[in-house]
């Protein structure tokens, strides 16, 4: 569904991603780990076309969307999550959702889909008239995923999803995510929680550094001792 050659990004002389290679294959969770700075949301903004890529190629549904504009990209149903939740803070909840979908124009749907989001999270039903930026981290978390499906993507990806959160709060986002993935969505999911992200995941990558190290099932990496050592405090 989304495969990523020889990408390479820079930021000035800082070469933030040294030529990765990674496929996400439809209907699977994919989880990329790693340590701060090694180039993780990076990749997603690469991908979703924030960050401009020296050389490399993405392309998603047989595409080429190397230098797609963002708002294309979601169109074509590929759509970000980013880090900090990033919720419109002095919108409320509904207004929120509104503007996940904000490319469609079928209102019925629209509309049956606000409904969906309130089932799938009922504390967004409760506070609906709520602004988003009086949530607490959980429930912001919650509307930055829902605000995101509003778009009605194919693939979702997600940058640190449990950042900050309460463990409590972080067991049920990774719930979420499988609940997600169970509706048909493909999920490429950015965690430095390496536990919980390859347990989620049918496979994972590791960065290091802008460089892919290590690849294989979330089963795998779990069990690989250089995972434990670096990622899993074993």
């Known amino acids: 569904m989304l495969k990523i050659e020889n990408l390479r990004v820079n930021y000035g002389g800082i070469k933030a991603l040294r030529g990765i290679n990674m496929e996400i294959?439809?209907?699977?969770?994919?989880?990329?780990v790693g340590a701060n700075g090694a180039?993780?949301?990076?990749?997603?903004?690469?991908?979703?076309?924030?960050?401009?890529?020296?050389?490399g190629k993405i392309i998603y549904d047989g595409q080429d969307i190397t230098d797609m504009e963002t708002k294309d990209i979601?169109?074509?149903?590929?759509?970000?999550?980013?880090?900090?939740?990033?919720?419109?803070?002095?919108?409320?909840?509904?207004?929120?959702?509104?503007?996940?979908?904000?490319?469609?124009?079928?209102?019925?749907?629209?509309?049956?889909?606000?409904?969906?989001?309130?089932?799938?999270?009922?504390?967004?039903?409760?506070?609906?008239?709520?602004l988003a930026g009086t949530l607490s981290g959980g429930e912001q978390q919650m509307l930055a995923v829902s605000r995101a499906l509003m778009s009605r993507p194919k693939l979702l990806m997600m940058d640190e999803p449990s950042l900050g959160l309460a463990p409590l709060i972080v067991k049920n986002i990774f719930e979420i995510i499988k609940e997600i993935h169970k509706q048909g969505v493909t999920i490429l999911l950015v965690e430095q929680n390496a536990n919980a992200a390859l347990r989620v995941a049918d496979n994972a990558y590791v960065l290091e550094i802008g460089k892919i190290t290590l690849e294989g099932t979330g089963k795998e990496l779990l069990l690989n001792d250089d995972v434990k050592k670096a990622y899993l405090g074993a």
């Open 74 to 130: 979601v169109k074509n149903g590929l759509v970000l999550v980013p880090e900090g939740r990033r919720v419109f803070s002095d919108l409320t909840v509904d207004e929120n959702l509104m503007l996940g979908a904000y490319a469609r124009d079928d209102k019925i749907e629209i509309k049956k889909d606000m409904a969906r989001m309130k089932e799938f999270f009922p504390i967004l039903k409760q506070r609906n008239w709520q």
């Open 25 to 32: 294959p439809k209907n699977k969770i994919i989880s990329l």
């Open 39 to 55: 180039g993780k949301s990076t990749t997603l903004r690469a991908i979703i076309g924030l960050v401009k890529s020296a050389s």
